[in-house]
């Protein structure tokens, strides 16, 4: 069964920083790719960033590039997503997803359950 574990979030002011973590398990986690997507309050989906399966490559949304950085360590099966600077915008809840291929352009096919992220003094 494949699953993402999403954890990191909480509370913090405003240029503040976090990280948070995908645990992933149940598939070959060096075969696919690995997004961040969030979703505000009232709001659609966004997506944020991106990397390969292999780590060389990622891509990221102009609302977080300079100040979000997207990892991973196959060894551990665990994507990180560094965030820092942070604004009130930026409160949401994070969803790590899976890629069906080894790039982040192939489809999404797994969610995890997400972590709420709420940047506010």
């Known amino acids: 069964e494949v699953q993402l574990v999403e954890s990191g979030g909480g509370l913090v002011q405003p240029g503040g920083s976090l990280r948070l973590s995908c645990a992933a398990s149940?598939?070959?986690?060096?075969?696919?790719?690995i997004s961040w997507v969030r979703q505000a309050p009232g709001a659609g989906l966004e997506w944020l960033s991106g990397i390969n399966s292999a780590g060389g490559y990622t891509n990221y949304a102009d609302s977080v590039k300079g100040r979000f950085t997207i990892s991973r360590d196959n060894a551990k099966n665990i994507v990180f997503l560094q965030m820092n600077s942070l604004k009130s915008e930026d409160t949401a809840v994070y969803y790590c997803v899976k890629h069906d291929g080894l790039s982040t352009q192939n489809g999404m096919d797994y969610w995890g359950q997400g972590t709420q992220v709420t940047v506010s003094s």
């Open positions: 149940g598939f070959t986690f060096s075969d696919n790719g």
